[in-house]
């Protein structure tokens, strides 16, 4: 059973710092992409960044303040958030999926997801 498991959301202040971890079970995803979407309440989930080998990409709205990476050995992802704003508030979703994308729908595995509050 395939699984992707979500840890190291919490509560910061804004102008400080989480890193999320993404572990996967029951298949290895080193040739997935994988990605991170996040949803605030009332929104729809949105793309955040994601990776495929070296490949990286990034919404605009987290570009030079998130950086994804992965760890193909323990079949990791995680995502380095600093600077973070209020607005970064959500919940965080990790996916896999076989191309590297920003739609919900192009991704087949999905977490359940780890809160992020940031305080202003």
């Known amino acids: 059973q395939v699984q992707l498991v979500e840890s190291g959301g919490g509560l910061v202040q804004a102008g400080g710092s989480l890193r999320l971890s993404c572990a996967a079970s029951?298949?290895?995803?080193?040739?997935?992409?994988m990605g991170w979407f996040r949803q605030a309440p009332g929104k729809e989930r949105e793309f955040v960044a994601a990776?495929?080998?070296?490949?990286?990409d990034y919404a605009d709205s987290v570009k030079g303040r998130f950086t994804i990476s992965r760890d193909i050995a323990k079949n990791t992802v995680y995502l380095q958030m600093n600077s973070l704003r209020p607005e970064d508030t959500a919940v965080y979703f990790c996916a896999a999926g076989s191309i590297l994308g920003w739609r919900t729908y192009e991704y087949d595995y999905w977490g359940q997801g780890t809160q992020v509050t940031v305080s202003s």
């Open positions: 029951g298949r290895t995803f080193s040739n997935h992409c």
């Open positions: 990776i495929r080998w070296s490949i990286t």
